[in-house]
């Protein structure tokens, strides 16, 4: 195995275990909710900071989502044309994985949302809500009403773009690291925004951030391992 391979495999797993470790001292010490009423809360007025503002709303939120969906769909509609167009057929294999990364991140935050069984923070007694604000480690009693707010689904979205710099990584990384910046500063204003709002938690768009990366990093490795086998 190379060693610029095997380098690039270690620094994989550094990022991956220290985030990791992170996410562990949020769930230890309610990180999420001394973050949440320290930047995001006020107490005073029993109100998330950007709750009704604009820019948390219809800006990051709704124009956000709209802008993902559009590159989501800009990138399935290059990667299908690449069969007609013989510009675009030498860029084919980079399209459909960007296509592939725009996809699968969304969807399968999406279906984890839907089984992880964890509340808003706007619906958390203290925050404005009614429901009981429960740490990590303990069960959300069963009659309660169903919850779907776990992971983050709207900053995975940016988060997605990972794999431009996955993509770029090898042969441009001038551009990679452009893109791991940009894709980091989209993704932190989308959590922001949501945290803002109280549609989230820290950790909720931490770990999309994570799940976003695996799941690029995986298709990027499954895909060279096919070029590698077909060569």
């Keep these: ?37 320290y930047f995001f809360f006020d107490v005073a007025t029993n109100e998330w900071i950007a709750r ?13 989502r709209n802008l993902m969906r559009l590159v989501g769909v800009l990138a399935l509609v290059a990667w299908a044309a690449s069969y007609r167009s013989t510009r675009l057929a030498t860029h084919r294999a980079d399209l459909g994985y960007f296509a592939a990364c725009m996809v699968l991140v969304p969807v399968t935050i999406g279906i984890l949302k839907q089984i992880t069984n964890v509340d808003c923070p706007w619906d958390l007694q203290g925050f404005g809500g009614g ?86 990093l995986g298709l990027h490795r499954f895909r060279r391992r096919g070029v590698t086998t077909t060569s």
Excluded: Y
């Design 1 to 37: 195995m190379p060693l610029k391979l095997i380098g690039r495999i270690n620094l994989d797993l550094w990022i991956i275990g220290f985030v990791a470790l992170f996410l562990l001292l949020l769930a230890l010490f309610d990180g999420d909710l001394m973050t949440a009423r």
């Design 52 to 64: 009704h503002d604009w820019w948390a709303n219809e800006l990051l939120h709704t124009g956000g």
């Design 131 to 216: 429901m009981p604000a429960m740490s990590w480690f303990e069960s959300r009693p069963a009659e309660l009403p169903r919850a779907t707010c776990f992971p983050g689904a709207h900053s995975s979205s940016a988060f997605a773009l990972f794999g431009l710099f996955f993509m770029w990584r090898s042969a441009k990384p001038a551009w990679a690291t452009v893109a791991l910046l940009g894709t980091l500063a989209l993704g932190g204003a989308f959590s922001i925004a949501q945290q803002s709002r109280g549609a989230h938690f820290l950790s909720h768009d931490i770990v999309s951030a994570l799940l976003a990366w695996l799941i690029c």
